[in-house]
């Protein structure tokens, strides 16, 4: 008897003990042959220097490195297809994220347009112009998603964490399923002694 209760605290345990884990996030933006991950611990921490495995459809290491220390990786592919990442934080943490470069239909730009001002863009206001190259565009976009990536992390985490309606409810379960076993170990007990 006292086995099976030490079984049971066991396998509780071992069950439970990966909800605890300190869990990575990955997002990945795709413009063009640019590509820009960027990782997160679930608290909101960006992942940093965690190793960032980039494969193709048929599983072949395409491009490996580090995040910086905001998390965040850059890169460029020129084939277009579907690819996987793998980013691996401390302590084994993994993201694993999927996304696609390019599609066939996908324009190419013209010569006169140039390769760093491809979506340089000219707003007036007032007496000003401003022009903005497709980099500093994307740096500002990053910096501005960065709290947008955070808060959904922060969601994510609330969703997948245990609450104490959970623990009460597995609790009243493993109560049950001791009730039940006690219960067929007593009506064999006083069934062997009535018989004897």
Known sequence: MRNFVLTLLSLLFLFSAPSLAHKISAFVD???SNVSIASYFS???PAKNAKVTVYDSKGNVVVTGKTNKEGEFDFKLKKSGKYRA???AELGHRAVVDFTVGTPATSQPTK???NQKVAEKSTKTGAESVNVSVQEFRKVLREELRPIHRELLKIE???SSI????VIGGLGWIAGI???FMFGYCYRRRESGDAS
């Open 157 to 159: 985490e609330v969703q």
């Open 163 to 166: 609450s104490y309606k959970d």
């Open 112 to 114: 006169s347009e140039g």
């Open 178 to 180: 001791f009730g039940a």
């Open 43 to 45: 608290d909101g921490t």
């Open 30 to 32: 795709v413009e063009d």
């Open 86 to 88: 793998v980013v691996m």
